[in-house]
């Protein structure tokens, strides 16, 4: 596991959903929370009500510690690493750049009547 900050500079509070292949996490900005390790990308996707979202993708990077064991503990004890996701790391904090303006996407339609319409 690796506790994690998230941050949404200038547009607080925001709620974020963290996403990789082990778990999806919830954390309200500015904010820390503790993610389960992988070897693949952080998905972080960040809402304000009222405001546009924004999504930003985290790679996770191999551990120095990992080359260590592959030289002191073997295939093995690499293998348990990779599989367990200690191998990898993320960084420690994580800015997402949410657009705090209005939400400017179409509004709904509404819905029109034809006044010439006849009723049955």
């Given at each position: 596991?690796q506790?994690?900050?998230?941050?949404?500079?200038?547009?607080?509070?925001?709620?974020?959903?963290?996403?990789?292949?082990?778990g999806?996490?919830?954390?309200?900005?500015?904010?820390?929370?503790?993610?389960?390790?992988?070897?693949?990308?952080?998905?972080?996707?960040?809402?304000?009500?009222?405001?546009?979202?924004?999504?930003?993708?985290?790679?996770?990077?191999?551990?120095a510690?990992?080359?260590?064991?592959?030289?002191?503990?073997?295939?093995?004890?690499?293998?348990?690493?990779?599989?367990?996701?200690?191998?990898?790391?993320?960084?420690?904090?994580?800015?997402?750049?949410?657009?705090?303006?209005?939400?400017?996407?179409?509004?709904?339609?509404?819905?029109?009547?034809?006044?010439?319409?006849?009723?049955?």
């Open positions: 596991n506790s994690l900050s998230v941050n949404t500079p200038g547009c607080t509070p925001a709620n974020c959903q963290l996403t990789n292949t082990k999806s996490w919830f954390v309200t900005t500015p904010g820390s929370v503790v993610v389960r390790r992988a070897y693949g990308n952080l998905t972080v996707a960040c809402t304000k009500e009222g405001y546009l979202p924004a999504t930003t993708t985290v790679a996770s990077s191999t551990k510690m990992a080359f260590g064991n592959i030289l002191l503990g073997g295939v093995i004890g690499a293998g348990v690493d990779i599989g367990t996701g200690a191998a990898y790391d993320y960084p420690e904090i994580i800015s997402v750049a949410l657009a705090c303006g209005p939400d400017v996407r179409a509004p709904k339609p509404t819905r029109r009547y034809n006044r010439y319409a006849t009723r049955a």
